[in-house]
C-alpha cells in the first residue's frame, strides 16, 4: 500500500496532536509581550488610518499599500479585540497555525505520514517560525500561501484536475501580493515541470502537456512579472535595495547559510544526505521539495541586497520537507529491524509499541535535546527585547512610562525609529541617521527626505537647538554602544553640551539638549566635529 494512503493509527494522531499544540502554545504564549516592533508599526498605522476613514495611510500622509492584506486583517483584529499589541498579531498567529497543517498535509502528500509528522514537528520548534507568527507583518501569511500555493501545484502537475491548478495560482498570487520573494517558489515550481517534460523527452515518452503548459506559463509568468514597472519597483524596495543600516561585506552570500548551521546545528548539515535519500527513494516529490528549498534559497542568498533572514522564513518549510521525505523513507527499515530486535524479549502485538517507545525514548528525545533550535523557540516567549529572525525589538513601552510624564511639551524629538515615537511617546521625531547613511534617503513612511528632517551629525544638533525648543536624543542603549554606529562627532557632542535622563531599567539612552539663544562658539564647533568625526566619548558619561 502506498505510505501516503494508509490509515492514520492512534500513536501516529497522537503525535500530530501534540506537534500542532505545542506548536501553538509557544506561538500563543505572552503574544502581547514585546512591544510593537520597527517594521509592525506600518500595518498597525495603516489600520488606524483605515480605522479613521483616512485608507490606508501613515501618519505623514503617504498611503500604505504594501502587504495591504496584513493591513486590513490588522484593522479588523483591532475592531475585534482592540487596539493592542496582542490583537495585531493575531492575524499572524492564525496563519501560522495554518502553516502547521498545511506543512502536515503537504508531508503526507508528497511522501507519507512519517513525513508529515516530522515536518510539523521541525515546523513547530523552528525559530524563526515562531518569530513570524508572533509579528504583525506579513512573512506568516506568506508561508501559509507559498505552502499552499506549493501544495496545489504538485497535485495539479500530478494529475489532480484543475481546482488545484486554480488554487496553485490565486494562492502565488497572494503569496507576491504580499512579498516579491514569493516570486522564487514560481520559478522553482515552473523548474520542476520543466524536469518532468525533460525527463519524458529524454526517455522517449510523450511529454504531459500539463507539465509543458505549466512550465512554459510559470516561467514566463515570472519573467513578465519581473519587468512590469510596479512589480520590478516593489523587487527593487522591497530586496534589491540595501537599506541605510547594511554595510556589504564580502562572503556575504552565505548569509543565510551560517545563519541556518547556527541556528539548526547538526540539523543543517543533515540537509544535504536527505535530500539525496528524498531523490533516490522518491524522485518526483523529491526533487519537487529540492527546487523549492535549494533553488529558493540559492537565488535569495544570491539576490536579495540586505541579507537579513526574515527573506528566507518562507523559505525553510521546505527544508523541514525535505528531511521529512528522508525520514519517510528511513523510518520503516529502522523500525523493523528494531521490532526484530525487541521481538526476542518482548512477545506479541507489544513489540510494535516498544520499539516505537525505545526510538523516541532512546533517539528522539536525546536528538532533541541536542538541537539548538528547540530551546530557543521555546524561550521566544518570554524575550521581548533583542533580535529576532523578523527584526530587533525594544522596550518602548517601559520608555513610554518611563518618558512621557517628563517629556517637555515643545520637546523636539530626535531619534531611529519615528513611527514608535510617534505610538508610544505620542508626537513625530527627527530621523536620527547612522553614521554611514545616505542623507536624502527616504523610507516607506516618507519616499523622500529634507535635510530638516534629519539628524546626523553634531550640526543637526545645533540646528534644532536654534530652533527655540528644547531636543530630546532618544537612543536604543545597544544602538549607542555599537561602536561606530553614529556620528562620532554628535556623540561627543551630546555628551559634552546635553544632559543625560535616567529612564530605570528601560534599554535607552536619552539626553535632554537645551535650546541655543544665542549664536556662540559652541554649535561652530560641535559642527566642526560633526564634519571631521571627533572622538567618541566613554560609554556612561
Given amino acids: 500500500m502506498d505510505p501516503r494512503r494508509r490509515p492514520i493509527a492512534l500513536q501516529h494522531a497522537l503525535l500530530v496532536g501534540a506537534g500542532l499544540a505545542a506548536g501553538l502554545a509557544i506561538r500563543a504564549a505572552n503574544l502581547g509581550g514585546p512591544a510593537f516592533g520597527y517594521d509592525e508599526l506600518y500595518h498597525v498605522f495603516a489600520a488606524k488610518g483605515l480605522l479613521d476613514g483616512e485608507g490606508l495611510a501613515l501618519p505623514s500622509g503617504r498611503p500604505y499599500t504594501r502587504g495591504a492584506l496584513v493591513s486590513l486583517l490588522t484593522a479588523g483584529a483591532f475592531v475585534l479585540f482592540g487596539e493592542h499589541e496582542w490583537s495585531a498579531r493575531v492575524p499572524a498567529l492564525l496563519f501560522g497555525a495554518a502553516s502547521l497543517v498545511l506543512i502536515y498535509a503537504a508531508g503526507r502528500t508528497l511522501f507519507g505520514p512519517i513525513a508529515g509528522v516530522t515536518a510539523l514537528w521541525l515546523l513547530a520548534l523552528s525559530p524563526e517560525a515562531v518569530d513570524a507568527d508572533r509579528y504583525a507583518r506579513m512573512y506568516s501569511p506568506l508561508t501559509a500561501f507559498g505552502l499552499l500555493a506549493a501544495l496545489a501545484a504538485y497535485r495539479a502537475l500530478e494529475g489532480g484536475g484543475r481546482r488545484w491548478a486554480v488554487v496553485a495560482v490565486a494562492a502565488a498570487a497572494v503569496a507576491v501580493h504580499l512579498h516579491p520573494a514569493a516570486l522564487m517558489l514560481v520559478v522553482a515550481v515552473g523548474a520542476y515541470a520543466a524536469s518532468c517534460c525533460l525527463a519524458a523527452a529524454l526517455r522517449g515518452e510523450r511529454q504531459p502537456r500539463r507539465h509543458l503548459a505549466l512550465a512554459l506559463g510559470l516561467l514566463a509568468l515570472a519573467a513578465a512579472s519581473a519587468l512590469t514597472p510596479p512589480v520590478r519597483s516593489l523587487v527593487r524596495e522591497a530586496a534589491a535595495t540595501p537599506l541605510p543600516w547594511y554595510r556589504p561585506e564580502p562572503g556575504d552570500v552565505l548569509t543565510y547559510h551560517r545563519h541556518l548551521a547556527a541556528t539548526y546545528g547538526w540539523l543543517w548539515p543533515l540537509l544535504w544526505p536527505a535530500t539525496f535519500v528524498a531523490l533516490l527513494t522518491r ?4 526533487l519537487f521539495t529540492a527546487l523549492a528549498f535549494w533553488l529558493q534559497l540559492v537565488i535569495l542568498s544570491v539576490a536579495v541586497a540586505t541579507k537579513h533572514v526574515r527573506y528566507i522564513i518562507h523559505v525553510l518549510p521546505f527544508a523541514w520537507l525535505v528531511l521529512g521525505g528522508a525520514a519517510q523513507s528511513l523510518w520503516p527499515p529502522a523500525r523493523d529491524a528494531l521490532q526484530a530486535r525487541v521481538r526476542a524479549w518482548v512477545p506479541g502485538r507489544l513489540a510494535g509499541a516498544a520499539a516505537s517507545a525505545a526510538v523516541l525514548v532512546l533517539a528522539v528525545a536525546p536528538l532533541a535535546r541536542l538541537m539548538p533550535s528547540v530551546p530557543a523557540a521555546a524561550s521566544r516567549p518570554w524575550r521581548t527585547e533583542g533580535a529576532f529572525a523578523t527584526g530587533h525589538f525594544d522596550d518602548w513601552r517601559g520608555l513610554e512610562r ?37 542623507r536624502g534617503g527616504g523610507d516607506w513612511e516618507q519616499p523622500s527626505r529634507t ?9 543637526d544638533l545645533a540646528r534644532l537647538r536654534r530652533l527655540g525648543a528644547p531636543v530630546w536624543l532618544v537612543v536604543e542603549a545597544w544602538r549607542w554602544e555599537q561602536p561606530g554606529y553614529l556620528d562620532e562627532g554628535l556623540v561627543a557632542a551630546a555628551a559634552r553640551d546635553c544632559r543625560p535622563v535616567p529612564v530605570g531599567a528601560v534599554a535607552f539612552v536619552v539626553f535632554a539638549c537645551d535650546p541655543i539663544t544665542a549664536v556662540g562658539l559652541a554649535p561652530a564647533a560641535d559642527r566642526s566635529a560633526g564634519e571631521r568625526g571627533g572622538t567618541r566619548p566613554e560609554r556612561g558619561r
Fill in 283 to 286: 524522485p518526483r516529490p523529491g
Fill in 451 to 459: 535635510d530638516d528632517d534629519q539628524v546626523q551629525h553634531a550640526g
Fill in 402 to 438: 518611563e518618558l512621557r510624564p517628563r517629556l517637555d511639551p515643545r520637546a523636539l524629538l530626535v531619534t531611529r525609529v519615528q513611527l514608535a515615537a510617534r505610538y508610544y511617546l505620542g508626537r513625530p521625531a527627527h530621523h536620527l541617521l547612522s553614521a554611514h547613511a545616505r
